[in-house]
């Protein structure tokens, strides 16, 4: 079955500071994968997505960025956070192998301080 | 530019009433997603619609689309109370998934 992993689950950083949030998808090849943040209470917003390694289409020029080192693992970054980063971000994969349905990672709410 | 719009924004609904929720898009769709999602919490995937006409079940909810309206509904019948929730449908084109702004349901005894 296909599962995706996205840590940490809760994350409080500085101003200024870098991020990196982690995910990985198990028991599908060559997924399209996303990234969204959800501020609270609002819709998802779309951040960046990947249809293969290396090819990252970003959606909101912003201080975020992403890379996919590997098939199932897509990373998101920024080198310097900003008190607007906060929120709730989720990753998610659609397609590869198996089947057409999209699934969502538990989700990693970053407060900015 | 594709756009999602989901209506109502918020609805409060009487158990054991009915409503339908709403989605439409702006241009041709491969694929129509709806999700669930509780407070605090992730989506959870409730149904992917792939043909004009599909219509799929599940419990309580019923989901629909028609291609050539670019239309989706999600049609809650005798609403209970574990219902209450924010529903999102999310269109996927060319690779590209958006989503509405989420429905807030809210079943009230």
């Known amino acids: 079955s296909q599962t995706i992993h996205q840590w940490p689950a809760t994350l409080v950083q500085p101003v200024g500071s870098p991020l990196s949030l982690e995910c990985t998808v198990e028991?599908?090849?060559?997924?399209?994968l996303y990234w969204y943040r959800q501020a609270a209470g609002r819709g998802l917003q779309l951040l960046f997505y990947?249809?293969?390694?290396?090819?990252i289409s970003s959606e909101v020029p912003q201080n975020l960025s992403a890379s996919r080192p590997q098939d199932r693992q897509f990373i998101l970054s920024s080198k310097k956070l900003l008190l607007s980063d906060s929120g709730f971000y989720l990753c998610?994969?659609?397609?590869?192998?198996?089947?057409?349905?999209?699934?969502f990672g538990q989700g990693t709410r970053l407060t900015v301080v | 530019e594709l756009k999602v719009e989901q209506n109502p924004l918020f609805l409060s609904m009487q158990e054991g009433k009915n409503y339908t929720i709403y989605c439409n898009y702006s241009?041709?769709?491969?694929?129509l997603y709806w999700y669930r999602q509780d407070p605090g919490k992730s989506l959870e995937s409730l149904f992917v619609?792939?043909?004009?006409?599909a219509v799929k079940q599940e419990g309580r909810l019923m989901a629909s689309l028609d291609t050539k309206a670019r239309l989706s509904t999600l049609h809650i019948t005798a609403a209970v109370h574990d219902l209450s929730a924010t529903y999102f449908c999310?269109?996927?084109?060319?690779?590209?998934?958006?989503f509405g702004a989420g429905t807030r349901l809210t079943v009230k005894p």
């Open positions: 998610a994969h659609v397609g590869g192998t198996v089947n057409t349905e999209a699934f």
């Open positions: 028991g599908t090849s060559n997924p399209n």
């Open positions: 990947s249809v293969g390694i290396g090819q």
């Open positions: 241009t041709t769709s491969d694929r």
């Open positions: 619609l792939l043909s004009n006409g």
């Open positions: 999310a269109v996927d084109i060319n690779n590209d998934m958006r």
